[in-house]
């Protein structure tokens, strides 16, 4: 549609209505008070507006003014001739009742003080000219001889007599001869005297004690104010009072409010509308009103034109009602105007002697008309009525209308006084003017809508006296509204306005006293349209419709303007039209134009939006393509994204205006034009950067990511059903690639300048504060853990909207995060060897003794002696301390970790997007776990008789891979180290065990080498390899293989695992510092030290002759391990200044599982296929043994007396290893032939276990090796024969919750698999079990086999790894 038709649309009329509006002129009250309506002039609309404010003047009640009128002279009052005779009259003095009470001028004396000072408080004592008396008299009676005489005879006649004295001369002082209107004062000063000696005999019991006296002060009282009964007229005061008179009427506009507002709405002086006053006063009368009045009153009872027909309402009901409450309106309306003048009551029509009398109504008599007058002028006259409405209710006021209609003046020809000929057009245009005034001349605090205060009063009183009812004042409002509006004088803010002033009820304060209009006290949306003149309704709908068509166009014209910076708003508009157009009962809405009016908007807004999209890409984007960089794409996105959020938040509360959407408008028009253009743009930028070689700042990359994914969230948002144009991850993928290599670079560096600036201490604030374990660890530790969230945090940062990426992602950082921990764990582990390894003092004083073969025999002697004596403590560094509590803190850090990344949904997405395919690849590199377990019979070194083992592994390029720790004075070592190695091909590797020695060079013991191939191992199955050494004696190496993979969780179990072997070489470190004092301690020469001590004393008992062997008591057996209970107590309280809780424990348990060896060591030999040289242990000594292992479990335990347990906790107590020494009593002393059918039965259990369970796994997805899965080696091979459990990979250790459950797991196997490990252990000590042993050798090999080539065969079925397996959900959990 063009705009030339949508304006056509907008501006077109309503044909329909014109119809209505010649039909409505043809029945309007207007058509009945004349043939036609006539233009008002100003001047007219002038005349009649002053008419009726100078009436509401006239009418108006009267004010009244206070006035002072004089009192009138009083009548001239006599006084007291001779006081004398009054006292001797009411006081005799010679009964002795009525004499004074002793002492009574004191309490006299005291009161009159009290006078004279102002302090009395009886009224009428304070006048200035009393005072004056009392003092006068004061001082009479303080004389002595007037004292003394009053005080013998005790009378009250010389009392008053001298009082009377003193009053006579203070008052008759200034007053000229002949003046004696100050005598009358002395009587009432003598009165004031009297009560003032009654009052003191009061006061005193005189009522009661002296009666007689009392009566006759009161009587002497009562005669001396006979001419003056008030004693409380304030003397100074003049005589006279206020009174209230009306005030007469000026006739000046100044005093009238009503003919100022008229003046100003029509814009002429004071002078002017004086003069003009001047002129009509003796036309604009009370008499003119009150003929009006009647006039009308005539017309509206004889159904006459001039006033509102039957014909004019729709329905009868609604006339007479409006009739019905037209009678007493005119009647309150007459009495205004009588109370305003009685004297127009007094005649039969207040009118002129030339002018006949006005008819009255045919029912009325010249009786009943003159009564009301003569009943309203006396009720008006009566000074004692209430209020002007206080007349008897038989006056009727119908009765003024007289018999005479001839001379009534025609309503038709115009000649009422203050009633216009078409009311109605004289209220619209006065309406008009006051409406302009009231705009031109800003709204006040009083403004009421378009009107002020003084313009509705005027337009009020208009209505009243014109007979205009609600309805019609109201719409005629409406009219002045709507016209100003369509000639644009009037805003929609304003309209909406003049809606609510004509929809909402007068305020309280006016219906107290409504005005005289029918139905004032409702608004426009209370009063039925029923009772609505038809001239009025139709009115009413031409004027919704014409302010429809015109809030269409300003609507139209607003919203064109919606996508600008500052647009004009669109609410009032929506709101006039929603809230007074289309719920008014009166309007019908089109659906087909409205239809039409949503479609043209829309199209409207369409181009608007292209527009301003085409103004952004001008403004954003360089015309040289050269130039193009992100940060254009950028602004161009932001300056999309901040007008779609102003529009969002512009229209929060309004989304959809007229059916149309601005929002859904705009983004359906722009946002397919710029992703489109984007794209372009990117693709555009990104190619001339790979030309030209350069790299693009990658902040600029991520910047524009985050603007492009919120242009897609409010394009999904506000389009659902239109997918985005283009994949932003896939476009800006490499910038985050770019960024993780970046990071991988970044990490290494920085572990290693976090390590050369970390000086392992604990981080305490002083020395007397308390560590807490958060304080163990130091810096390097968390900064690289701080590195690791924050480097994480980046990628979560993006909220990158693609899972697979996502989880890509997440597996490099893992990737980074590995190898940084384990070059931490690396760098740690080397310096805490050489920390623990560094000589102690006591160490280097002994080194310099050490220089000769001699000399070193000397030392070795006594180290011997000294293992006696007490052991000193070994001195731990504290900074050695904190790497280990590093380590135990880095793996809590890395479990969060761990959580925080959701490593186990990122492998599933992977998993579910690569599918099998990706799982039978050859991997690129393996991972070999080689676990370093023992050694038997190597050569002895040291001069008495033994080793001091430990285990170096290089590879074919002398590169070391790992180092043992050392075992101290055995042939039989055993390690239990593993280290990894990652290979891509085969690779030599060689073992070499040497003796440490603590002075000079170490010895070499023997070597061995080994081939890990990937090939041999490609089963992925662990293998066990007994290596002969090129010199004596043999070592076990258990070799497993793993893939290495390009996996979330493989690498956190790398990094888990490195944790945890470091923190167990460490700890395994720490051990061994103590391990010789506890091999030292339970070894079997401190048993045969215990108990050739009671053997000697058996000795010396027997020479003695004595009658008791002594025996080995408790005490005994527990004081040969004091000096170990005390050396580990002086280790523990060093170590646990530094150690966090769960380290400590770590270490007790580690010297746990090193004493549990020690003991095994004592009672059974290593597992092996060779008869052993180790002698059983009587039964004597296994009680020995026993009894330590219980005190030993009771000091790790550590129960306090409430049975708390301080130390390790008893499940950790209770090992595996722990059952198995408790289980050797069933079996130490069996026969031999016992032992073998129970090997036998047991081994026979083991294998049908074994074959179940390789069955059930055949229908399983494995990653590793099952339980006892072993394999034929190229050697003798007999180790732990089938107790080879499943190896420890690295996908077991991706957590510290896999890592415990797979704890638990092996400790239920193995209290659920009981193994014959003891009993062929038990059978190396009996020669007779030597073939026995081999047969068992060659049953485990051959069960190895089975199971090896049963897991070939599967894995040939399978194909790869967890083909079928279950995926997990698609979706990544963000953090």
Avoid at 291 to 313: C, E, I, P, T, W
Avoid at 922 to 934: L, M, Q
Avoid at 1294 to 1309: F, I, Q, S, V
Wanted: hydrophobic share 35%; proline share 5%; with cysteine.
């Amino acid at each position: 549609m063009s705009s030339v038709s949508r304006k056509s649309y907008i501006h077109r009329r309503i044909d329909s209505l014109q119809s209505v509006r010649s039909t409505s002129e043809r029945r309007s009250r207007g058509g009945s008070l004349a043939a036609r309506s006539i233009p008002v002039s100003h001047d007219d609309a002038y005349s009649y507006a002053l008419r009726v404010a100078y009436l509401h003047y006239l009418v108006q009640p009267k004010t009244k003014r206070k006035q002072w009128v004089p009192a009138p002279k009083p009548p001239p009052r006599t006084h007291t001739s001779n006081i004398g005779d009054l006292v001797k009259e009411f006081v005799p003095g010679n009964s002795t009742s009525v004499k004074l009470p002793h002492s009574f001028q004191t309490p006299l004396l005291k009161r009159m003080e009290g006078v004279i000072r102002g302090s009395e408080t009886l009224p009428g004592y304070n006048d200035a000219a009393v005072k004056k008396t009392f003092a006068q008299a004061y001082t009479a009676f303080t004389e002595a001889s007037f004292k003394k005489s009053i005080d013998k005879e005790r009378k009250v006649e010389p009392l008053v007599l001298i009082f009377y004295s003193a009053a006579t001369k203070a008052c008759g002082l200034g007053h000229t001869p002949g003046d004696d209107s100050w005598k009358l004062l002395v009587d009432r000063h003598v009165a004031l005297f009297v009560r003032l000696v009654a009052h003191i005999l009061r006061a005193q019991g005189g009522d009661r004690d002296k009666p007689e006296l009392m009566s006759r002060l009161d009587t002497l009282e009562k005669k001396l104010l006979t001419n003056d009964q008030n004693l409380f007229i304030d003397t100074s005061q003049d005589a006279g009072k206020h009174i209230e008179v009306i005030v007469p009427l000026s006739y000046d506009v100044k005093d009238m409010p009503m003919v100022q507002a008229v003046a100003k709405i029509f814009g002429l002086a004071h002078s002017d509308v004086q003069a003009h006053l001047d002129a009509q006063r003796p036309n604009w009368t009370e008499e003119a009103a009150l003929r009006d009045l009647k006039a009308y009153q005539h017309r509206l009872n004889a159904n006459m034109s001039g006033v509102l027909q039957s014909q004019d309402f729709d329905v009868e009901e609604a006339y007479q009602d409006w009739k019905k409450a037209e009678g007493p309106f005119l009647s309150a309306m007459m009495m205004e105007i009588l109370t305003a003048k009685p004297e127009l009551a007094k005649t039969s029509s207040g009118a002129t002697a030339s002018e006949k009398a006005l008819p009255a109504s045919p029912s009325s008599s010249r009786h009943e008309e003159e009564q009301s007058y003569s009943d309203l002028s006396r009720a008006l006259s009566n000074p004692n009525r209430s209020s002007i409405y206080g007349i008897e209710n038989r006056l009727s006021l119908s009765s003024m209308t007289l018999d005479d209609t001839s001379s009534i003046r025609a309503v038709d020809e115009a000649h009422y006084t203050f009633i216009p000929s078409d009311p109605r057009e004289f209220l619209k245009v006065i309406a008009n003017y006051a409406v302009e005034f009231d705009a031109m001349h800003g709204k006040g605090d009083e403004q009421n809508g378009p009107f002020s205060k003084q313009s509705m009063e005027l337009l009020t009183e208009l209505c009243v006296r014109w007979r205009i009812p609600q309805f019609t004042r109201l719409i005629v409002y409406m009219e002045v509204a709507a016209r100003r509006f369509t000639d644009t004088l009037f805003t929609v803010i304003d309209l909406d306005c003049a809606f609510e002033l004509v929809k909402s009820t007068p305020p309280e304060k006016e219906l107290k006293k409504p005005p005289h209009i029918y139905l004032y006290s409702e608004s426009l949306a209370t009063i039925d349209r029923g009772r609505w003149t038809l001239a009025d309704f139709t009115t009413y709908q031409q004027t919704l419709r014409t302010l429809h068509d015109a809030l269409l166009r300003e609507l139209y014209d607003t919203l064109m303007h919606c996508y600008q910076p500052k647009p004009p708003s669109a609410g009032p508009a929506v709101h006039v039209l929603q809230n007074h157009i289309f719920d008014d009962p009166s309007f019908s809405r089109k659906e087909e134009e409205a239809m039409e009016y949503t479609k043209m908007l829309q199209d409207g807004m369409v181009e608007q939006a292209e527009t301003v999209y085409r103004g952004f890409l001008d403004t954003e984007i360089p015309p040289d393509q050269q130039d193009w960089n992100f940060s254009h794409v950028k602004n161009l996105g932001n300056a999309v994204v901040k007008l779609c959020e102003k529009i969002q938040k512009r229209y929060r509360n309004s989304p959809v205006i007229m059916g149309v959407n601005p929002l859904t408008v705009l983004a359906d028009t722009i946002f397919p034009s710029f992703e489109n253009d984007a794209h372009e743009l990117v693709k555009r930028i990104m190619q001339v950067a790979r030309d030209n070689g350069d790299e693009l700042p990658l902040q600029d990359g991520f910047d524009l990511y985050k603007e492009l994914v919120e242009i897609r969230r409010i394009h999904r948002s506000s389009l659902p059903n239109q997918p985005f144009t283009f994949d932003i991850e896939e476009l800006l993928v490499e910038f985050v690639w770019r960024w993780i290599h970046n990071a991988e670079e970044r990490a290494e560096e920085f572990v290693e300048q976090a390590m050369k600036h970390d000086q392992f201490q604990v981080r305490g604030q002083g020395p007397e504060q308390a560590l807490s374990d958060a304080d163990r660890h130091s810096h390097s530790v968390i900064d690289m853990f701080q590195l690791f969230h924050q480097t994480a945090d980046q990628v979560f940062q993006l909220e990158w909207d693609n899972d697979v990426h996502h989880a890509r992602f997440m597996t490099a950082l893992s990737k980074i995060f590995a190898n940084s921990i384990a070059r931490y764990c690396e760098i740690v582990d080397q310096r805490f060897v050489k920390e623990m390894d560094t000589p102690r003092p006591n160490e280097q004083e002994a080194a310099a003794l050490a220089q000769t073969t001699q000399s070193r025999f000397m030392q070795y002697a006594k180290d011997a002696w000294n293992n006696k004596e007490k052991m000193e403590p070994f001195q731990f560094y504290p900074e050695s301390l904190v790497k280990l509590n590093n380590i135990e803190w880095a793996m809590q850090e890395l479990d969060k970790l761990e959580r925080t990344m959701n490593v186990d949904a990122c492998a599933a997405i992977l998993e579910k997007v690569d599918g099998p395919k990706k799982q039978v690849r050859r991997p690129a590199k393996y991972v070999f776990t080689i676990k370093i377990v023992e050694a038997e019979e190597i050569k002895a070194c040291d001069p008495n008789g033994t080793s001091d083992p430990y285990v170096v592994l290089v590879d074919e390029y002398q590169k070391r891979l790992h180092k043992t720790r050392i075992i101290m004075r055995t042939l039989n070592p055993r390690w239990d180290e593993s280290v990894d190695v990652t290979v891509s091909s085969a690779l030599n590797i060689v073992a070499t065990i040497w003796d440490y020695d603590t002075f000079g060079d170490h010895d070499f013991v023997g070597r061995t080498s080994l081939k890990l191939d990937p090939i041999h191992f490609s089963d992925y199955l662990p293998r066990e390899f007994w290596l002969d050494l090129d010199t004596q004696g043999r070592i076990l190496l258990r070799v497993s293989m793993e893939g290495e993979r390009d996996d979330i969780q493989f690498y956190f179990g790398k990094a888990f695992r490195h944790l945890k072997r470091t923190e167990r070489d460490m700890v395994r470190k720490i051990t061994d510092k103590l391990s010789r004092h506890i091999n030292a301690s339970l070894s079997h020469e401190a048993l045969r030290n215990l108990l050739g001590r009671n053997l000697a004393s058996q000795v010396n008992s027997f020479f003695k002759r004595s009658s008791t062997i002594p025996t080995l008591t408790d005490a005994d057996v527990e004081n040969a391990l004091q000096s170990l209970f005390a050396y580990f107590n002086d280790n523990f309280s060093t170590m646990k200044e530094t150690l966090t809780d769960a380290t400590m424990v770590a270490v007790m348990t580690r010297l746990w599982k090193e004493v549990l060896m020690a003991i095994e060591a004592l009672v059974v030999p290593p597992l092996s296929d060779k008869p052993s040289s180790q002698r059983p242990l009587n039964q004597r000594e296994l009680d020995v043994v026993f009894k330590w292992l219980k005190l030993l479990y009771s000091f790790f335990n550590a129960q306090d007396e409430t049975g708390e347990v301080l130390g390790v906790p008893a499940e950790v107590l209770k090992s595996p290893k722990y059952h198995e020494l408790n289980s050797l009593n069933f079996f130490y002393f069996d026969s031999t032939e016992n032992l073998v059918r129970t090997s036998e039965r047991m081994a026979a259990a083991t294998a049908q276990r074994q074959q179940q369970q390789l069955q059930g796994q055949l229908n399983s997805n494995r990653l590793s090796a099952p339980p006892t899965f072993g394999a034929a080696a190229a050697g003798p091979a007999f180790a732990s024969m089938g107790t080879i459990r499943r190896g420890k990979s690295i996908m077991m250790s991706r957590n510290l919750g896999t890592m415990r459950r797979a704890k638990e797991e092996k400790r239920k196997e193995a209290q659920a698999d009981p193994s014959d490990d003891m009993i062929l252990r038990i059978l190396r000590m009996r020669p007779e079990a030597t073939g026995y042993l081999k047969e068992r050798h060659r049953q485990k090999e051959r069960m190895a086999a089975a199971a090896a080539a049963a897991m070939i065969v599967k894995q040939s079925v399978s194909q790869g790894w967890n083909s079928a397996g279950a995926f997990g959900r698609g979706g990544v959990p963000r953090r």
